[in-house]
C-alpha cells in the first residue's frame, strides 16, 4: 500500500495534479483564469500579461515544493523565469501581427525561433539554466489540451470525419514510419514524424516526445518542418482544389486531414469558399481536423505500449505492471480531461471552459517552446544528419495529400451522397 502511494510523489504524477488543478481553477472560476495579450496596447494589456506571469510562477513554485525542491534552487530560478515569460510574450506579440497572422505561424514557432536566436548568437547564461524545463511545461499543456477534446462536438457533427480519420491517421503513419525506417532515420526521430505528419501537427509531436521522453532538439526539427511546410499547403491546396472542380465538402475534408496546424486548416478552409457555398469547406475542414485531434490520445496509448515493448532488451514479455509503470502519466491526465469535459459537463459549459484552458495551454506551449530553442543550436537542427529526416517528412507529406485525397472523395463525395 504504501509503495502504491509513493507512485503519487513521482513528478509524473505531480505534473498530472498540476494539470487537473488548472483545469478545476478554470471550471469553477472561468472568468478569473489568465489570459496572454495579443497587444500591448493599453494599461488592460499589461495587466493581463502580469497576471498571467504570476499564474504561471505560482504554479511552477507550488510544482517545485511538491517536488521537494531546495528553496534556494527554487527560488534562483525566478529571474530566469521572467526572462522566459518575457521571450514568451514577444511570441505572442509577433504571431498576432496581422500581417504575419495570415501567412499562419503560431506563437509556438516564434518562441522557437527567440530561443534558438540567443543559444546559437549569444549564449544562454549558467543561471538561466535551471529553469529551461522544457518538459514540465510541455506535459502541463497536453492535459490542457485534452479540455477541448470533446467527442460530443465530433459525433454530432458526423461519424464522416471520425471515419476519414481512423483511416487517414493510421495508414499515413504506418508508412511515415515504414519509409522513416528504409531510409535508416532512428526510430525516436521517426515516430515523432509520422505522429506529426499523420495526427495533428504541433500537438501530435509534443505528446509523442513525451510518450517516448525523445530528444528536445529533435522535436524542435519537427515542429520547424511542420509548421514551415503548413504554410504553401495552406494556398495551394484550396488551388488544386479549385483546380480539380472538387465539392466543398471533398475539399473541407482534404485540407483538414492533411495541413498539420489548425489555424492553416481554418484559414484554407477560408480560402476555398466562395460565396455561392458559403463556409461549407471551412466547416468540414475544422471538423475532420477535430476529429483527429481526439485520436491524439488514442495513437499516444499505442505509441507508449509500442515503445515499452521495443524498449526491452530482454526476450520476456513486459507485465501490466511494468507497462503501467513505464506509461506516460500526462496521457492519462490529458484523456481523462477529455472524457470529464465531454461526458460529465454541460456541451456549452465545457466549451466555454475549453476557450479558457486553450489561452493557458497555447502560453504553455509557447514557454516549452522558448526553453527549446535555448537548448538547441542551429548546427544541429540543420546538420547534414537532418537532411534524411527531411526527405522522410516530405514523402511522408506527399502520401498523406495523395490518400487523403483519395478518402476524403470517397467518403465525403460518394457514400455521404449516396447515404444522404
Given at each position: 500500500?504504501?509503495?502504491?502511494?509513493?507512485q503519487?510523489?513521482?513528478?509524473?504524477?505531480i505534473?498530472?495534479?498540476?494539470?487537473?488543478?488548472?483545469?478545476?481553477?478554470?471550471?469553477?472560476?472561468?472568468?478569473?483564469?489568465?489570459h496572454?495579450?495579443?497587444t500591448?496596447s493599453?494599461?488592460?494589456d499589461?495587466?493581463?500579461?502580469?497576471?498571467?506571469?504570476?499564474s504561471?510562477l505560482?504554479?511552477v513554485?507550488l510544482?517545485?515544493f511538491a517536488?521537494?525542491?531546495?528553496?534556494?534552487?527554487?527560488?534562483?530560478?525566478?529571474?530566469a523565469?521572467?526572462v522566459?515569460?518575457?521571450?514568451?510574450?514577444?511570441?505572442?506579440?509577433?504571431?498576432?501581427?496581422?500581417?504575419?497572422?495570415?501567412?499562419?505561424?503560431?506563437?509556438?514557432?516564434?518562441?522557437?525561433?527567440?530561443?534558438?536566436?540567443?543559444?546559437?548568437?549569444?549564449?544562454?547564461p549558467?543561471?538561466?539554466?535551471?529553469?529551461?524545463?522544457?518538459?514540465?511545461?510541455?506535459?502541463?499543456?497536453?492535459?490542457?489540451?485534452g479540455?477541448?477534446?470533446?467527442?460530443?462536438?465530433?459525433?454530432?457533427?458526423?461519424?464522416?470525419?471520425?471515419?476519414?480519420?481512423?483511416?487517414?491517421?493510421?495508414?499515413?503513419?504506418?508508412?511515415?514510419?515504414?519509409?522513416?525506417?528504409r531510409?535508416?532515420?532512428?526510430?525516436?526521430?521517426?515516430?515523432?514524424?509520422?505522429?506529426?505528419?499523420?495526427?495533428?501537427?504541433?500537438?501530435?509531436?509534443?505528446?509523442?516526445?513525451?510518450?517516448?521522453?525523445?530528444d528536445?532538439?529533435?522535436?524542435?526539427?519537427?515542429?520547424?518542418?511542420?509548421?514551415?511546410?503548413?504554410?504553401?499547403?495552406?494556398?495551394?491546396?484550396?488551388?488544386?482544389?479549385?483546380?480539380?472542380?472538387?465539392?466543398?465538402?471533398?475539399?473541407?475534408?482534404?485540407?483538414g486531414?492533411?495541413?498539420d496546424?489548425?489555424?492553416?486548416?481554418?484559414?484554407?478552409?477560408?480560402?476555398?469558399?466562395?460565396?455561392?457555398?458559403?463556409?461549407?469547406?471551412?466547416q468540414?475542414?475544422i471538423?475532420?481536423?477535430?476529429s483527429?485531434?481526439?485520436?491524439?490520445?488514442?495513437?499516444?496509448?499505442?505509441?507508449?505500449?509500442m515503445?515499452?515493448?521495443?524498449?526491452?532488451?530482454?526476450?520476456?514479455?513486459?507485465?501490466?505492471?511494468?507497462?503501467?509503470?513505464?506509461?506516460?502519466?500526462?496521457?492519462?491526465?490529458?484523456?481523462?480531461?477529455?472524457?470529464v469535459?465531454?461526458?460529465?459537463?454541460?456541451?456549452?459549459?465545457?466549451?466555454?471552459?475549453?476557450?479558457?484552458?486553450?489561452?493557458?495551454?497555447n502560453?504553455?506551449?509557447?514557454?516549452?517552446?522558448?526553453?527549446?530553442?535555448?537548448?538547441?543550436?542551429f548546427?544541429?537542427?540543420?546538420?547534414?544528419?537532418?537532411?534524411?529526416?527531411?526527405?522522410?517528412?516530405?514523402?511522408?507529406?506527399?502520401?498523406n495529400?495523395?490518400?487523403?485525397?483519395?478518402?476524403?472523395?470517397?467518403?465525403?463525395?460518394?457514400?455521404?451522397?449516396a447515404?444522404?
Amino acid at each position: 500500500m504504501k509503495k502504491w502511494l509513493t507512485q503519487f510523489a513521482s513528478e509524473d504524477w505531480i505534473i498530472v495534479f498540476a494539470g487537473a488543478a488548472v483545469l478545476a481553477l478554470a471550471a469553477i472560476f472561468p472568468e478569473a483564469m489568465p489570459h496572454m495579450p495579443k497587444t500591448l496596447s493599453s494599461p488592460a494589456d499589461y495587466l493581463a500579461a502580469g497576471y498571467m506571469l504570476l499564474s504561471v510562477l505560482v504554479l511552477v513554485t507550488l510544482a517545485s515544493f511538491a517536488l521537494r525542491k531546495p528553496l534556494k534552487s527554487i527560488v534562483s530560478s525566478i529571474p530566469a523565469l521572467l526572462v522566459i515569460f518575457a521571450l514568451t510574450l514577444v511570441a505572442q506579440l509577433l504571431a498576432n501581427i496581422p500581417a504575419v497572422k495570415e501567412f499562419g505561424f503560431e506563437s509556438v514557432f516564434f518562441a522557437v525561433i527567440l530561443g534558438l536566436v540567443i543559444s546559437n548568437f549569444l549564449k544562454v547564461p549558467q543561471w538561466m539554466k535551471p529553469a529551461v524545463n522544457s518538459e514540465f511545461y510541455i506535459k502541463i499543456g497536453i492535459i490542457c489540451l485534452g479540455s477541448t477534446i470533446l467527442f460530443g462536438d465530433v459525433m454530432k457533427s458526423g461519424a464522416y470525419g471520425l471515419a476519414q480519420s481512423v483511416l487517414v491517421v493510421f495508414s499515413v503513419w504506418y508508412f511515415a514510419y515504414w519509409i522513416g525506417r528504409r531510409m535508416k532515420v532512428d526510430p525516436e526521430m521517426g515516430t515523432m514524424l509520422a505522429s506529426a505528419v499523420s495526427i495533428c501537427g504541433v500537438s501530435a509531436a509534443i505528446a509523442t516526445c513525451g510518450v517516448i521522453k525523445g530528444d528536445n532538439k529533435k522535436l524542435s526539427y519537427v515542429v520547424s518542418l511542420v509548421l514551415i511546410v503548413a504554410v504553401p499547403m495552406m494556398y495551394i491546396l484550396p488551388w488544386l482544389a479549385n483546380l480539380m472542380n472538387l465539392s466543398p465538402e471533398v475539399t473541407g475534408a482534404w485540407l483538414g486531414g492533411t495541413i498539420d496546424t489548425t489555424g492553416a486548416v481554418a484559414a484554407a478552409g477560408t480560402l476555398a469558399d466562395t460565396p455561392q457555398t458559403g463556409d461549407l469547406a471551412a466547416q468540414t475542414a475544422i471538423i475532420v481536423k477535430s476529429s483527429q485531434n481526439v485520436l491524439l490520445g488514442v495513437a499516444a496509448f499505442i505509441i507508449s505500449l509500442m515503445w515499452t515493448y521495443q524498449g526491452r532488451t530482454d526476450e520476456a514479455k513486459p507485465t501490466a505492471g511494468l507497462i503501467w509503470d513505464r506509461f506516460p502519466k500526462f496521457v492519462v491526465g490529458f484523456i481523462l480531461a477529455s472524457l470529464v469535459f465531454s461526458f460529465c459537463m454541460e456541451p456549452e459549459t465545457a466549451k466555454a471552459v475549453g476557450k479558457v484552458t486553450k489561452g493557458f495551454q497555447n502560453t504553455l506551449f509557447s514557454i516549452a517552446f522558448v526553453c527549446i530553442g535555448l537548448e538547441t543550436r542551429f548546427k544541429e537542427i540543420f546538420s547534414r544528419e537532418n537532411r534524411v529526416p527531411l526527405k522522410v517528412f516530405l514523402s511522408a507529406q506527399a502520401f498523406n495529400v495523395a490518400v487523403t485525397l483519395v478518402i476524403a472523395y470517397v467518403i465525403f463525395g460518394i457514400i455521404k451522397p449516396a447515404l444522404a
